[in-house]
């Protein structure tokens, strides 16, 4: 069965870190570009960042450029967010996709198709 796990989430101050973790199983994550998009209750899922199969291209939203890094560790086949300096409005439910390596690198929401269940983050005092 294939499946995206993400994991890392919990319950941080403002001004706290978290790293969540996107992991496969029954399928090689390496042979994928990774997007991490986020949504807040009543709110549309968004796009957060994107990192390229090789991993050397990122993108990054706007309201997380600077505080957020994407990272890749193919032989571990996991793909990290690395959140610093979070803010109450990062408070969502965090989901990482993946887009076949074969097709461009890009990193809209429409362009994944398979997606994890999320992980929670709220960041609150």
């Known amino acids: 069965q294939l499946q995206l796990v993400e994991s890392g989430g919990g319950l941080v101050q403002p001004g706290g870190s978290l790293r969540l973790s996107c992991a496969a199983s029954?399928?090689?994550?390496?042979?994928?570009?990774i997007g991490w998009f986020r949504q807040a209750p009543g709110k549309e899922r968004e796009g957060v960042s994107c990192i390229s199969s090789s991993g050397d291209t990122t993108n990054y939203a706007d309201s997380v450029q600077g505080r957020f890094t994407i990272s890749r560790d193919n032989d571990k086949k996991t793909v990290y967010l690395q959140m610093n300096s979070l803010k109450p409005e990062d408070t969502a439910v965090y989901y990482c996709?993946?887009?076949?390596?074969?097709?461009?690198?890009?990193?809209?929401?429409?362009?994944?198709?398979?997606w994890g269940r999320g992980t929670q983050v709220t960041v609150s005092s």
């Open positions: 996709a993946t887009r076949p390596f074969s097709l461009p690198y890009r990193c809209a929401r429409g362009d994944f198709g398979s």
């Open positions: 029954g399928f090689d994550l390496t042979y994928y570009h």
